[in-house]
């Protein structure tokens, strides 16, 4: 290869990013084994060459397309919930947190990553990692950094904020996603349906860590 | 084919279990697409027209031998918990239901059947259906039953024992499972954690679905 002049280097990052999208496509819709080199390069209107040139092989543009959508589903994890706005309950700021989750697994594109990294977790074991640190992992996290600050100031009561944290994160999500997984993206529930999980949740979660009344 | 008389009628149940697990082996590791008919009969010492002669197609092999792991899975979860015995408390029954259910996850053939489900819910859809019903879709109507029971003898209150008895399955099941599915078997935790984490589980349902004292 050669290095590329400034009009080249333009073209040949609109290459690179029409590559990764025709791999996205392809490989969300057919899988690792059932997407070949050629597919992709025909779907992205580049010739093969300019795909390995790229990519150098198969695993390394499955690898870059993943970690691609994991970054971008990442970005739509709530971090940093904050305390609720003044007069705002925090059950109230919770079901609002756990509804803009839920929008996640109302993503079908989403979803079916999430399907080709489980199906894949074996033979890329640092995708699954990758999904679980930009994904789960980090809305837990998140979510356990503020149960620690709203233990200290006495709104929550969570001796273990991230085991806390899981557990809210489950219940949220739980249910939805694990029926997606198995059932298909129409076995997500409508909208109200959601809210309604939203809440229960919600209800379970502070029964079990909203601060003991004090006894006087 | 002709119809096999009694001797030959055996050692083709024979053929026809050894070829199931050939393909439980073969399918389990390397997915569906990166198994073929070949490698199945090499592996059960068949011949491939005898894989044929059995199961007609690939497709046919594969969902026989996914009902057949499905159902083996299935008989594993607990259903019908009933009540607890005299002397035990509703927790404590519930903690050792939890933690038998949790064994599950640490049996790794199940994780990967899961993981081989999802990556192939959208060829087979029948198969997510399957595998949910036979696993937590089992489990969760298992449970609402007694639920109910346990609320019309107030032990409990759950307006909803579905829904109660979704929770309760997530709760338990939701980190578990779902690190397994993204980060392999060995993110299962070890047996005392998993134990500290049933016990915690039930201690959130409890504090959301024990029934509210009575108020004299």
Do not use: C
Not at 22 to 27: D, I, K
Not at 143 to 152: G, I, M, Q, T
């Amino acid at each position: 290869m050669t290095i590329p002049h400034k009009a080249g280097g333009t073209r040949s990052e609109r290459k690179h990013e029409a590559i990764l999208d025709a791999a996205a496509a392809l490989f969300l819709q057919h899988g690792y084994l059932g997407t070949s080199m050629d597919e992709v390069a025909s779907r992205a209107a580049v010739s093969k060459q300019t795909v390995y040139a790229q990519f150098t092989s198969k695993d390394a543009l499955f690898e870059a397309m993943v970690r691609r959508l994991t970054r971008a589903a990442g970005d739509k994890v709530q971090v940093g919930l904050g305390s609720p706005p003044d007069g705002m309950s925090l059950a109230a700021h919770l079901i609002g947190y756990a509804a803009r989750q839920l929008e996640v697994v109302r993503t079908p594109a989403l979803m079916q990553l999430r399907r080709l990294i489980i199906a894949e977790a074996t033979r890329f074991p640092d995708l699954g990692r990758a999904l679980y640190e930009n994904g789960p992992g980090r809305a837990i996290a998140g979510l356990a950094d503020v149960f620690a600050e709203w233990s200290a100031k006495g709104l929550l009561e969570t001796p273990d904020p991230l085991a806390a944290a899981s557990f809210f994160n489950w219940l949220i999500m739980g249910e939805p996603v694990n029926r997606a997984m198995m059932l298909g993206d129409e076995a997500v529930p409508d909208g109200a349906a959601l809210e309604r999980h939203a809440g229960e949740a919600v209800r379970i979660f502070m029964a079990a860590f909203a601060p003991a009344p004090s006894p006087d």
